[in-house]
């Protein structure tokens, strides 16, 4: 089915990362025009674009917690591309080790909410002043179902998720039709957020390895397999599509294998005489 993204001009936040990666590759098969923005693995950013082709997208550099260097990027990213049709805000970075919430230091808390909330604050900020003036854009916020669920030992990382799944996604989506409304040939600007569980990327490779680990992550859910980048990808690139999504805004979307929750316990730790007495 087209997709209708053929020249359009997207940026994508985070693309040197496997599933940022992976949504820059598939919004390229579709013709799209790609701004691939990386922080600081230039390496892997630079081999996607061998990938997809200088003349199709344009590398930019940024610590998007900066005020300045995300003003300096959209910048360069709107000179280059003559616009920006979609924003994918897909950035952000955790605190691999689990630190219960009494135990967080002020500054992995300030800097998890920094890496992950404050980018897409400053990203769509000023994405949102371009579409003002094109009056039309969309944007697709890449979350966590760490945001629906929550994370123990994560709790900054899933309290950032989730003002962007719930807090950014349903405000914005209101704010973004006023100044993109609607023609008789044109849906109106929106804004949506994915929510992947589980994926199968370089971060997560070692983590999923032991056998251990692997049953409990596919027994909170109806597929038995972790995902892939590509089923992120193929969700994204969707709801950046005006033709295929035009009537869907405002909208929370968890690819996430029918994931319904965590384990709490194992049967192991269940005291029977305790749950029955």
Request: charged share 20%.
């Amino acid at each position: 089915m087209d997709t209708k993204i053929k020249d359009r001009v997207v940026l994508v936040t985070g693309a040197s990362g496997g599933i940022g990666a992976a949504i820059a590759r598939q919004l390229a098969e579709e013709g799209a025009r790609v701004i691939l923005h990386y922080r600081s693995n230039a390496e892997a950013a630079r081999q996607l674009q061998g990938e997809i082709g200088a003349k199709r997208s344009l590398l930019v550099k940024a610590d998007l917690a900066q005020e300045d260097q995300v003003i300096d990027a959209i910048v360069r990213a709107r000179t280059w591309g003559g616009r920006i049709d979609t924003l994918i805000a897909n950035a952000g970075s955790w605190e691999s080790r689990e630190v219960p919430l009494h135990r967080m230091s002020l500054q992995q808390w300030q800097r998890t909410h920094a890496a992950v909330l404050t980018s897409a604050f400053l990203c769509l900020r000023e994405f949102l002043k371009i579409v003002a003036r094109q009056k039309r854009g969309n944007a697709v916020l890449i979350a966590s179902t760490a945001a629906i669920f929550g994370e123990a030992g994560h709790a900054d990382y899933a309290a950032a998720k989730a003002a962007m799944a719930f807090g950014l996604t349903r405000s914005l989506k209101n704010e973004i039709a006023r100044i993109a409304p609607g023609t008789s040939t044109y849906c109106g600007g929106r804004i949506n957020c994915v929510c992947p569980g589980w994926t199968v990327v370089p971060r997560t490779a070692g983590q999923l390895r032991p056998l251990a680990t692997l049953r409990r992550v596919l027994a909170t859910r109806s597929l038995r397999r972790v995902a892939r980048p590509e089923d992120i990808a193929n969700a994204v690139v969707f709801l950046a599509s005006d033709h295929l999504a035009g009537h869907l805004t405002g909208q929370i979307l968890a690819v996430a294998g029918g994931m319904e929750g965590r384990l709490l316990w194992e049967p192991s730790e269940i005291d029977p005489t305790l749950a029955l007495g």
